[in-house]
């Protein structure tokens, strides 16, 4: 059974970064795209960034632009999004998701890991 498992998550104070992990397994990392998620209290699910496995095609959502950088490490069938400048709007459980590339299939989630921003 294909596994992401997701780290990093933690508290932090406005202005502050964070790095998140995203580990895959059980499933070709290379044949993926990687996207990361979140939903804020309260909120519905949103989509933050994307990319494809060998990072040469990224997508960012507009409030994460200049913030926040999705990357992989193939090595590791990993996936990050490191967040910098982090605020209160920040917070929410952040949720890494597999999409299998054609002819493989797939749609995959962790389970979340919890960031919260506040003073």
């Known amino acids: 059974q294909v596994q992401l498992v997701e780290s990093g998550g933690n508290s932090v104070q406005p202005g502050g970064s964070l790095r998140l992990s995203c580990v895959v397994s059980?499933?070709?990392?290379?044949?993926?795209?990687l996207s990361w998620y979140r939903q804020p209290p309260g909120k519905e699910r949103e989509f933050v960034a994307d990319t494809t496995a060998s990072g040469g095609t990224v997508t960012y959502a507009d409030f994460a632009k200049g913030r926040f950088t999705i990357s992989t490490d193939t090595s590791k069938s990993t996936v990050y999004l490191q967040m910098n400048n982090l605020g209160p709007e920040d917070t929410g459980v952040y949720y890494c998701?597999?999409?299998?590339?054609?002819?493989?299939?797939?749609?995959?989630w962790g389970q979340g890991t919890q960031v919260t921003v506040t003073s």
């Open positions: 998701n597999g999409k299998g590339d054609w002819p493989y299939g797939g749609d995959f």
């Open positions: 059980r499933f070709r990392f290379d044949v993926l795209t």
